[in-house]
């Protein structure tokens, strides 16, 4: 499985990153497995995969996931 660090993003909580991963975990054809790095209770975004493709499509897949399920709430 292949990570993919959200650095761009900036940081998150932990319990940030708890609630994204229960929303996202396993969504899309990429099946996606959501994780963190945190460094002093500033945590950031990491996705894993194993699907293969460009990073800039896994990043561009899971960020469209992720706005399309804030947006059906």
């Known amino acids: 499985m292949r990570e993919y660090c959200f650095e761009e993003l900036g940081y998150f909580t932990a319990g940030d990153i708890h609630r994204i991963a229960a929303k996202l975990n396993g ?32 990043k561009a897949m899971f960020l469209h996931a992720a706005l399309e399920t804030l947006a059906n709430g």
């Open 27 to 58: 969504k899309t054809f990429m099946r996606f497995k959501v994780g963190y790095s945190s460094c002093a209770g500033n945590c950031t975004l990491i996705v894993y995969t194993d699907y293969e493709a460009p990073e800039a499509e896994i």
